[in-house]
């Protein structure tokens, strides 16, 4: 029953920071196209980095399923992905944390 749970709220906090990197993706878009845009650039020239034969060494063969699937905006949509682990990491940790110090709470093992 502990790892059912433990499955649970793992999925929940990854689908979280998945609605919340949407949310933020369109608040930026909405907000602040040009930094949206700058995003974008640098997820093209990323992109091409990651693309370019002579610096990766892989096979054209290979490297044409790489090209393919890899999109500027999912580079971007990662980014705010990542950036809402790490805002619901401190949320989750750092709340309780604060509990337990403000109020000398002891915490169970």
Same mark, same amino acid.
């Given at each position: 029953?502990?790892? %059912?749970?433990?499955? +649970?709220?793992?999925? /929940?906090?990854?689908?979280? @920071? %998945?609605?919340?990197?949407?949310? =933020? +993706?369109?608040?930026? /878009?909405? *907000?602040? $196209?040009? =930094?949206? *845009?700058?995003?974008?650039? #640098?997820? @093209?020239?990323? &992109? *091409?980095?990651? !693309?370019? !034969? @002579?610096? !990766?060494?892989?096979?054209?063969?290979?490297?044409?399923?790489? &090209?393919?699937? %890899? #999109?500027?905006?999912?580079?971007?949509?990662?980014?705010?992905?990542?950036?809402?682990?790490?805002?619901? +990491?401190?949320?989750?940790? /750092?709340? $309780?944390? +604060?509990?337990?110090?403000?109020?000398?709470? $002891?915490?169970?093992?």
């Amino acid at each position: 029953m502990a790892f %059912l749970l433990i499955v +649970l709220r793992a999925s /929940g906090i990854i689908f979280l @920071s %998945l609605v919340l990197a949407a949310v =933020a +993706l369109v608040y930026v /878009g909405i *907000e602040h $196209p040009t =930094a949206l *845009e700058g995003m974008l650039v #640098q997820a @093209s020239h990323f &992109k *091409e980095v990651m !693309t370019n !034969t @002579s610096y !990766t060494g892989l096979d054209v063969r290979y490297n044409v399923w790489v &090209k393919f699937l %890899l #999109q500027e905006q999912q580079f971007v949509f990662m980014f705010f992905v990542i950036v809402m682990r790490i805002v619901l +990491l401190l949320i989750f940790t /750092g709340i $309780p944390m +604060l509990y337990h110090w403000l109020w000398n709470v $002891p915490r169970s093992a």
